[in-house]
C-alpha cells in the first residue's frame, strides 16, 4: 500500500526498538490524542506487521495504513473512542 495524504497530529518515530516497545510507545502516544486523531508510527522492526493490526484492533483505533518502504514500516493510526 502506498502512503496517504493524511496530516497527522503526532508522530511516533520507533525506529530501532524491538518487540513490544513500538507497541508500547504507540499506546502510551495515542494516550495523549483525542479520539479520532492521527498518528504515524514508523518502525523497523518486522514483527510490528503482526503486533500493530493486532494492537489496534484490541484497543480500539482504526489502523487506516500499513505499508514498508526502505526496511521501514508505517503505519497510519485513526484513534478509537475512549
Do not use: N, W
Not at 17 to 45: F, H, K, W, Y
Amino acid at each position: 500500500m502506498e502512503p496517504s495524504e493524511h496530516e497527522f497530529d503526532a508522530t511516533l518515530d520507533a525506529t530501532g526498538l524491538a518487540c513490544p516497545m513500538p507497541v508500547l510507545r504507540a499506546r502510551r502516544t495515542l494516550d495523549d490524542l483525542e479520539a479520532g486523531q492521527l498518528l504515524l508510527v514508523i518502525a523497523s522492526d518486522p514483527a510490528s506487521m503482526h503486533d500493530m493490526p493486532a494492537f489496534c484492533s484490541m484497543a480500539g483505533h482504526t489502523l487506516l495504513m500499513a505499508h514498508s518502504k526502505d526496511g521501514k514500516f508505517y503505519y497510519e493510526i485513526r484513534k478509537g473512542k475512549a
